[in-house]
């Protein structure tokens, strides 16, 4: 586990130091264009940066080992620290819906040149690259933080890739083109945080990430098990922990009661791969 989390923080650095190649050129040269869609793709790429940054003082944390105040681990750190990430992304949203009604108010003509271009088109170039790597470094390493972070990156392609079209709209004459992009730069910021929020959510509410039914059933398959009731199930997504009630004959032998028990906590391991703990509650038949 130490050394997964190693991982993630390397990767999470890694991440970090382009993110912020690209935010830096995106917001120089959007200041420099005068472009509105251009700064608020480089403020979004900015909350990439702060969001990598708030990753890696939560992995930090999550990386502890289970203690007696935590008996389940640190873990729920990183979800909890996606969770504040999609609150920053609301705010940037926020923040980009500003910016656009100052505009309005005080209208000023983009300056799109080669040079603004061709750094957007690298910047472009560089998310997707990115985007792809800390996504499957996610998967491997079943980070959600990574995996989080992979799609704010992913997104920021489509949004730079928004502002080369709004690009080509300004050099033909459509300057309104500009503030609305941002406009809808700014919608799927709002949309990705959404969706951030209710993924983690489910982890920190605890909803249950196993289906009892299955899990009853391949417990009614293990010799010596009568019935299976109370099933609960809690944890992240490579790491779940479940807790049940089986009932077995009332003269089983406490010795053989605790073998069924070993074989119910083996069997359910097996069958779903992700389940750390078992806990078995044993009750009487009758």
Do not use: W
Not at 168 to 189: E, N
Not at 277 to 282: E, F, G, R, S
Request: charged share 20%.
């Amino acid at each position: 586990m130490k050394e997964q989390y190693s991982k993630v923080k390397a990767t999470l650095i890694l991440v970090l130091v382009l993110n912020l190649i690209v935010t830096i050129a995106k917001l120089i040269f959007g200041i420099l264009a005068n472009s509105l869609a251009m700064i608020a793709d480089g403020i979004h790429s900015l909350f990439d940066s702060t969001s990598n940054l708030i990753g890696l003082v939560a992995i930090s944390h999550a990386s502890k080992p289970a203690d007696i105040d935590h008996p389940y681990g640190h873990r729920k750190y990183e979800v909890f620290a996606t969770t504040l990430i999609a609150l920053l992304l609301l705010v940037t949203g926020f923040e980009i819906l500003e910016g656009v009604y100052d505009r309005v108010k005080n209208p000023k003509i983009p300056d799109i040149t080669t040079i603004t271009i061709l750094v957007m088109v690298g910047t472009v170039i560089i998310n997707y690259f990115v985007s792809r790597f800390e996504h499957r470094k996610g998967i491997h390493l079943h980070s959600p933080i990574l995996i989080a972070d992979s799609k704010h990156t992913k997104s920021d392609v489509y949004v730079s890739l928004s502002v080369l079209a709004g690009f080509a709209a300004i050099k033909i004459g459509y300057f309104v083109v500009d503030p609305t992009i941002a406009i809808l730069i700014a919608f799927l910021i709002f949309k990705m945080g959404y969706e951030i929020i209710k993924s983690s959510s489910k982890i920190l509410c605890d909803t249950s990430p196993l289906d009892p039914l299955k899990i009853r059933k391949i417990t009614l398959n293990v010799k010596g098990v009568k019935g299976s009731h109370k099933i609960r199930s809690h944890g992240l997504e490579d790491e779940v922990f479940v807790d049940l009630h089986i009932t077995l004959n009332s003269k089983t032998p406490l010795g053989e009661a605790h073998e069924i028990s070993n074989q119910v906590e083996e069997a359910i391991k097996e069958e779903f791969g992700n389940v750390r703990d078992v806990l078995v509650h044993l009750e009487p038949e009758d």
